[in-house]
C-alpha cells in the first residue's frame, strides 16, 4: 500500500497472537512456562518489559497504538530488561527467530 509521504508496508504474521489486556494476564505474561513459545503474546497496554522467571529466550516487537513497529529486540534472553520504549503502547513477545525469518522492521505495520 503506497501512501502520499513513504511506502508503508502492512504485514501480517504467522502465529497465533494471544493478548493479555487485564492486569493479572499482563503481569504472568510468559513468566514459568517450561516450553518455548509456539505463538505471539500481545501485552496491552506495556512499554517495556523483563525477563525474570522466564525459561527460554523469546523476540520482542515494540507497537505504536496503530501497531506500527517502532523498536525490535531478538533472542532476548532469560533475566534480561528492555527500559521503556518512547511511544510504544504494546509489546509482541514472539518465538525466536520470528523477527528474522519474518522480516519484521522498524517502520512497518502489523495487522492484528
Keep these: 500500500m503506497l501512501t502520499t509521504k513513504k511506502r508503508t508496508l502492512y504485514r501480517t504474521?504467522?502465529?497465533?497472537?494471544?493478548?493479555?489486556?487485564?492486569?493479572?494476564?499482563?503481569l504472568k505474561g510468559l513468566m514459568f512456562r517450561r516450553t518455548p513459545l509456539e505463538e505471539g503474546l500481545l501485552i496491552v497496554p506495556c512499554n517495556s518489559i523483563h525477563m525474570c522467571f522466564m525459561n527460554f529466550s523469546i523476540d520482542v516487537v515494540?507497537?505504536?497504538?496503530?501497531h506500527e513497529i517502532i523498536k525490535v529486540v531478538e533472542n532476548l534472553k532469560p533475566w534480561r530488561f528492555v527500559p521503556p520504549v518512547k511511544g510504544?503502547?504494546?509489546v509482541l513477545e514472539l518465538p525466536v527467530g520470528a523477527i528474522g525469518s519474518s522480516s519484521i522492521r522498524v517502520g512497518e505495520f502489523i495487522n492484528l
Design 13 to 26: 504474521l504467522p502465529f497465533t497472537i494471544i493478548r493479555a489486556d487485564s492486569f493479572l494476564t499482563r
Design 62 to 66: 515494540f507497537l505504536t497504538q496503530d
Design 88 to 90: 510504544a503502547h504494546a
